[in-house]
């Protein structure tokens, strides 16, 4: 996806920096055609050259008409004319159903190729996005009026589940039709067999699992990958995962019990900043003591580091410099790199890093026993390396170490069922055909 705040501040900014090295000669720079050109870059994906790709497919979000949308839309309608029949633009609409008076309604649809052609493009595909089923009737009215073939008109009804809607897409033959579009000839009808194997999974799975998500946004989609994760862990192991929103907030040593009842697995969030983290750390002691399997993904990691280290270490002033920059037993430190830099966001530690897994621990078995592993960070503190042989004596151990730096990625209690937490962001490779092998892990142990 290019279009939203951090993608196109990104390509803002290299284009400055670009004009700072004199690379355009001292031309006075434009959003067309310096910003557009590096939209079309990155479409292109010109930095990576050397992978061997068949398709680029590329979303560009927000709504057509939008200011910021502008310079996204001249960068497609400038590389469709480039790429000829190589390019196929799909135009995702919605088909609201008015139910007083019982009717479907194409005008939002039409006004929106409408202003879609104004701007020199001329969608190949309509996605309509639709509570209701449409019939062949509405779809040939659409394709009329917005001149797109029929086969080419399809429907985003709502689903049981997410993941049935690339089949009834298939169904559909909008595969078939995007081949066509581009001139490849079309071949057998894939089977899908993982997919559907996964769906039958997915309906017979008839037994609960209750999951607690111990966080401070109480939002919607707050942690959607890591829901996601653990949706798909549960389905694999023949199991619903019923989460549940625990406010990290209004967790405390008097309700913790009560609010954390009737769980059989805790997961300790990610996030910044200081709001909610006693929450976390109290969560984090109670699962401990409890015997409770416990998650924590990044911050929620270091809250069960501070937690173990006040309360078994006997570090009761233990925290983070990211919450208590004069704290004596900073058990959670700055990367060393890091403190020279005032800048936040794009300096953190991001990508892909390489982790070495302790044999026998209980990461390795859920790894396969792959002993090298390489998973994706977004963060600016780690742990402390000055206190873990007292944290290893103690019984929470360092399994996961990234080889290149020292840096503790994964800890553990191998003596609990199941108490884990990780620097890195699991959530983030997790997909429909290959769930996180700590996800999945960590669900068997609720279960």
């Not at 720079?29 to 990155?42: A, F, N, W």
């Not at 390489?354 to 790894?367: F, I, N």
Request: glycine share 6%; with cysteine; charged share 30%.
């Amino acid at each position: 996806m290019l279009r939203d705040g951090r993608r196109t501040g990104r390509i803002y900014k290299t284009v400055i920096d670009r004009e700072r090295k004199g690379d355009y000669l001292g031309k006075t720079i434009q959003v067309v055609p310096h910003i557009t050109d590096e939209i079309k870059r990155r479409m292109l994906r010109e930095d990576e050259k050397d992978e061997q790709l068949d398709f680029v497919i590329t979303e560009v979000g927000g709504t057509i008409g939008d200011i910021e949308s502008a310079p996204f839309m001249e960068a497609i309608r400038q590389l469709r004319w480039q790429l000829g029949r190589n390019a196929v633009c799909v135009h995702l609409t919605y088909v609201p159903y008015l139910k007083a008076a019982d009717e479907l309604k194409t005008k939002p649809t039409q006004h929106s190729v409408k202003e879609l052609q104004s701007m020199g493009i001329q969608p190949d595909i309509l996605v309509l996005r639709t509570e209701r089923h449409l019939d062949d009737h509405l779809r040939m009215k659409v394709a009329s009026f917005c001149n797109v073939d029929l086969e080419c008109v399809v429907q985003s009804e709502d689903m049981p589940s997410i993941y049935e809607v690339p089949v009834s897409m298939q169904k559909q033959g909008l595969d078939a039709a995007i081949l066509r579009k581009i001139g490849i000839p079309v071949g057998e009808t894939p089977e899908m067999k993982a997919w559907h194997d996964f769906l039958d999974k997915q309906r017979n799975a008839k037994r609960e699992v209750h999951i607690g998500l111990v966080g401070k946004y109480d939002l919607q989609d707050a942690y959607k990958s890591i829901r996601e994760s653990l949706n798909l862990a549960g389905i694999y192991n023949d199991v619903k995962a019923k989460l549940h929103f625990v406010n990290s907030e209004e967790i405390t040593q008097e309700n913790v019990g009560e609010k954390l009842e009737d769980l059989a697995g805790i997961v300790i969030c990610p996030g910044f900043g200081t709001r909610g983290i006693e929450g976390k750390i109290i969560a984090a002691e109670y699962t401990r003591t409890h015997d409770i399997p416990t998650f924590g993904i990044c911050l929620g990691m270091q809250m069960m580091v501070i937690e173990f280290a006040r309360n078994v270490l006997g570090y009761k002033d233990a925290n983070s410099r990211e919450m208590d920059e004069k704290t004596p037993h900073n058990v959670i430190d700055i990367m060393e790199e890091q403190k020279n830099i005032t800048q936040m966001g794009g300096t953190m530690r991001l990508g892909a890093y390489d982790c070495q897994l302790k044999e026998g621990s209980r990461v390795h078995e859920a790894y396969s026993k792959e002993t090298l592993i390489k998973e994706r960070h977004r963060h600016r503190y780690e742990f402390n390396n000055a206190f873990k042989k007292e944290y290893e004596a103690k019984g929470m151990k360092c399994v996961g170490i990234n080889p290149a730096a020292d840096l503790v990625e994964i800890v553990e209690i191998p003596e609990k069922r199941w108490y884990i937490g990780t620097q890195f962001h699991p959530e983030y490779s997790s997909s429909v055909l290959n769930p996180h092998p700590l996800f999945m892990s960590f669900v068997k142990a609720c279960i």
